[in-house]
Nanobody
Framework: QVQLVESGGGLVQAGGSLRLSCAAS????????MGWFRQAPGKEREFVAA????????RYADSVKGRFTISRDNFKNTVYLQMNSLKSEDTAVYYC????????????????????WGQGTQVTVSS
């Protein structure tokens, strides 16, 4: 069982930056692939970024490439999402997710592939 707690959301002006954190419980964090997803009002949850548990493979949605960076610190059991050059369309609730029992180089992009989810943190970008 893994519990995930996101933090770092808030209100920011367009062009600004935020860093989201996701703290995970459990000693096996280092063997989980981690992902970030977001859901805007009236829309489906969508993929943002993912990182394999080896750390060697990262994947991004086209809409955030070059602006967002996913990283992880296995000693702190934490995954991060650095968000730069934020746009109003980035406004959403952001969720982190964990996937266990996975090859070390895999970084899933579909919500159905993840086993555990956090409660989400709101990011609002004002234009």
């Amino acid at each position: 069982q893994v519990q995930l707690v996101e933090s770092g959301g808030g209100l920011v002006q367009a062009g600004g930056s935020l860093r989201l954190s996701c703290a995970a419980s459990g000693r096996t964090f280092r063997s989980y692939a981690m992902g970030w997803f977001r859901q805007a009002p009236g829309k489906e949850r969508e993929f943002v970024a993912a990182m394999s548990w080896s750390g060697g493979n990262t994947r991004y949605a086209d809409s955030v490439k070059g602006r967002f960076t996913i990283s992880r610190d296995n000693f702190k059991n934490t995954v991060y999402l650095q968000m730069n050059s934020l746009k109003s369309e980035d406004t959403a609730v952001y969720y982190c997710a964990a996937k266990g029992s996975i090859w070390p180089t895999m970084a899933p992009t579909r919500t159905s592939e993840y086993d555990y989810w956090g409660q989400g943190t709101q990011v609002t970008v004002s234009s």
